[in-house]
Structures are given as C-alpha cells and as structure tokens.
C-alpha cells in the first residue's frame, strides 16, 4: 500500500517544479528571441530546418507546464497561467512560418503567419508579465511583490504601445505603394525593423528575464531559509 504524501512533501514537489518553470523561462526568452531573429533575417540557422525555433517556443510552453503545479487551489493563479499557457501554443504552432516565410517571403500565407507570430509572441509577454504578477503575490516578500508590481506595469505598457506600432506596420503594408506618405513609411519602416525590434522588444524581455531571475532567488531563499513560510 502506497504512503500518503505529506503536506509538506506535495509543496517542495511543486516548488521544485516551479523553479524549473521559472529556469526554462528565464532561458527560453533569450533563445526564442535570438533564433526568431536569426531564421528570419539569416541562413545560420537554414541547416536545422524548423527545429530551432519550435524547440525555443516549446522551451516556453514547458516552462509554463511545469508552474500549474504551484498552488493548484488558486483559481485565478490557475486561470492566469493557462492563458499564458494557451498563446504559448499557439506560437508554439507558428513557429515553423518563420523558417517557410524566409524561404519563400511573398507567398501570403506564410507573410500573414509571421505577422501573426509577432503579435501573438507581443501578447504572450503581456501575459506573462502578468503570470509574475500573480505568483509574485503569493510569495512571502513584501518588496519582491513591490518590484513586480512596479515592473510589470511598465513593461505591460511598453508592450501595448509596441503592438499597437506592429499593428500600424501591417496596416502600412496593406497601403498601395503608390500613396507617396505609406509608401516613404513603409520604405523607412523596412529598413529600421531591427533596431525597432531592438529598442521595442529587447527591454521589456530583459526587465522580464531579471524579475524571474529574482522571483526565483526569492523562492529558492523562502526554501532553504524558512520553507514554511510559503505555506
């Protein structure tokens, strides 16, 4: 007959799976970022064929995986993750378009997926800014909960000014190149891309990258420190 798990047993299992989730995260976001980037723009990456990036997005789909095991009772935790959880999928799913779209850039459907990519990846953010928000707030540090909040807020709305701009360029796309005003937007537009992906995307990752880094110290203290205090 099999022992009962004890209390105590259940919450280091899920906090151990919760800082996995939060490593696999911390990991996941340079890497989808770097080879999203690179399939789209170079060849480096042409030899692996789709692997890299479907391998990068499942990195973060793993990871929100492993945090529905941390206060199952919660219902808004829960609720919180499984939406993350759902657009990570679902870049999950169009990850390959990028690979398709570099090789054959005017087939539609693969320009259209792409697009969708960048503003679904823009959203997953967004959620998962507000992933951290929520489990910030059931950990026992008053000023952890502080910070995240504060981060958070302002990384949110970095992002939603970064997928309204992404929502006018697909706008500006659309425009017939004749109209001399869309047409010198969208001439600018191609050819500052990068550094717009840089000044727009890179910050909100690396303040992202940085609160799971902490909330993660802050777990792994709460654990080897006074564990019963997440209790």
């Known amino acids: ?24 995260l911390f990991w996941g976001l340079p890497i989808a970022l770097v080879v999203g980037v ?17 391998a990068a997005n499942f990195i973060l789909f793993f990871g929100l995986t492993q945090l529905e095991y941390f206060r199952t009772q919660e219902r808004i935790w829960i609720l919180t993750v499984d939406k993350t959880k759902l657009l990570a999928l679902i870049n999950l799913g169009l990850s390959p378009f990028v690979c398709w779209w570099h090789k054959l850039p005017h087939v539609p459907l693969f320009a259209w997926s792409v697009g969708l990519l960048t503003l ?40 939603v000014l970064t997928l309204l701009f992404f929502t006018l360029i697909l706008i500006i796309f659309q425009l017939d190149p004749t109209i001399r005003f869309g047409f010198s937007l969208r001439f600018l537009l191609e050819r500052m ?19 799971i880094w902490k909330i993660k110290e802050t777990i792994l203290n709460s654990i080897f420190g006074s564990g019963a205090s997440l209790l």
């Open 120 to 159: 679904t990846s823009i959203i997953f953010l967004i959620y998962l800014n507000f992933t951290l928000q929520r489990l910030a707030a059931m950990l026992p540090d008053e000023t952890m909960r502080y910070e995240t909040r504060l981060f958070t807020s302002l990384n949110c709305s970095v992002l």
């Open 193 to 211: 891309n990068l550094w717009l992906l840089v000044l727009l995307v890179l910050l909100p990752v690396a303040t992202t990258m940085a609160l």
């Open 38 to 54: 690179q399939t789209a723009k170079t060849d480096w990456l042409a030899p692996f064929g789709i692997f890299p990036m479907v």
């Open 1 to 24: 007959m099999s022992e009962v798990e004890s209390p105590n047993t259940a919450l280091m299992r899920s906090l151990g799976r919760l800082v996995r989730g939060l490593s696999a």
